[in-house]
């Protein structure tokens, strides 16, 4: 864990007290000195993954970065004590990546979804990012991985000198994943999710406005209720009857 930035553990979470500029700049440097750190980009499914699975929850603590993505968890934050908390949604923070990898000139890699999206998320990179180098685009199988092909993407990542790598195999899949490979993946290592989705077109992002009023979750859910709405239908009343049982608990601990 960067010791440099205060966090707040909602239900035991860990989430950090980071701005998007200072987040960006952390990941440069370390992209620079080609050092293998991950990056955990936290909602509220991966905050009740993490409150149902000590092991889950011991691997997102031991991030290098905890950004709070879910506008819940920024809120909560604040209600917290937070002197600072802001959103960081994975989409914004992924094209900042990008803005700011073109920017040095640094090698990208992309890990995780469909074959299809893969390669329309790297046509888009050489297009609007043309100083950008993508290292590597794996779509992995959804099966578990041999200790052979495990090592055969680790050595492909490595080869092309990959320094920032999107991971997108959804929560809580890409934490473990990023997780097991610190130390083998020479690399900042991203988990950014549906982004992936985002990025490709194969998914709509909710509009601006409705990002800004906390709504985003309910615009996924129009557009995915089949996919998303035992998550949201569990997890969100879960969280929120969780989270202010440990709000409770503090305040009246200090009474």
Same mark, same amino acid.
């Given at each position: 864990?960067?010791?440099?930035?205060?966090?707040?553990?909602?239900?035991?979470?860990?989430?950090?007290?980071?701005?998007?500029?200072?987040?960006?700049?952390?990941?440069?440097?370390?992209?620079?000195?080609?050092?293998?750190?991950?990056?955990?980009?936290?909602?509220?499914?991966?905050?009740?993954?993490?409150?149902?699975?000590?092991?889950?929850?011991?691997?997102?603590?031991?991030?290098?970065?905890?950004?709070?993505?879910?506008?819940?968890?920024?809120?909560?934050?604040?209600?917290?004590?937070?002197?600072?908390?802001?959103?960081?949604?994975?989409?914004?923070?992924?094209?900042?990546?990008?803005?700011?990898?073109?920017?040095?000139?640094?090698?990208?890699?992309?890990?995780?979804?469909?074959?299809?999206?893969?390669?329309?998320?790297?046509?888009?990179?050489?297009?609007?990012?043309?100083?950008?180098?993508?290292?590597?685009?794996?779509?992995?199988?959804?099966?578990?991985?041999?200790?052979?092909?495990?090592?055969?993407?680790?050595?492909?990542? $490595?080869?092309? $000198?990959?320094?920032?790598?999107?991971?997108?195999?959804?929560?809580?899949?890409?934490?473990?994943?990023?997780?097991?490979?610190?130390?083998?993946?020479?690399?900042?290592?991203?988990?950014?999710?549906?982004?992936?989705?985002?990025?490709?077109?194969?998914?709509?992002?909710?509009?601006?406005?409705?990002? $800004?009023?906390?709504?985003?979750?309910?615009?996924?859910?129009?557009?995915?209720?089949?996919?998303?709405?035992?998550?949201?239908?569990?997890? $969100?009343?879960?969280?929120?009857?969780?989270?202010?049982?440990?709000?409770?608990?503090?305040?009246?601990?200090?009474?």
């Amino acid at each position: 864990m960067n010791p440099s930035f205060n966090h707040k553990y909602i239900l035991g979470m860990r989430v950090d007290e980071i701005s998007i500029d200072k987040s960006l700049a952390l990941i440069i440097d370390w992209a620079n000195r080609r050092e293998s750190k991950y990056i955990c980009v936290s909602n509220v499914h991966m905050c009740m993954e993490a409150f149902d699975k000590s092991s889950f929850q011991n691997i997102v603590n031991s991030s290098d970065q905890v950004v709070p993505d879910g506008m819940p968890l920024a809120v909560g934050m604040r209600l917290l004590g937070s002197k600072y908390s802001q959103q960081i949604r994975g989409a914004d923070l992924t094209r900042s990546i990008l803005e700011h990898a073109n920017n040095k000139g640094l090698v990208i890699g992309l890990y995780g979804g469909t074959e299809e999206a893969v390669a329309k998320i790297v046509s888009i990179i050489k297009k609007e990012y043309q100083s950008i180098t993508v290292g590597c685009g794996i779509s992995p199988p959804f099966h578990a991985l041999s200790e052979q092909q495990d090592n055969q993407y680790v050595k492909i990542i $490595n080869d092309a $000198n990959v320094q920032i790598l999107l991971v997108g195999l959804g929560c809580p899949k890409q934490e473990i994943w990023m997780a097991k490979h610190k130390g083998k993946v020479n690399a900042v290592m991203v988990g950014v999710g549906a982004v992936f989705d985002f990025l490709s077109g194969t998914k709509m992002e909710a509009p601006r406005w409705i990002q $800004n009023i906390g709504l985003e979750w309910l615009f996924r859910l129009l557009s995915e209720p089949n996919r998303l709405w035992k998550r949201y239908a569990i997890h $969100n009343p879960r969280f929120i009857i969780y989270f202010f049982k440990q709000l409770l608990s503090i305040r009246l601990g200090k009474a």
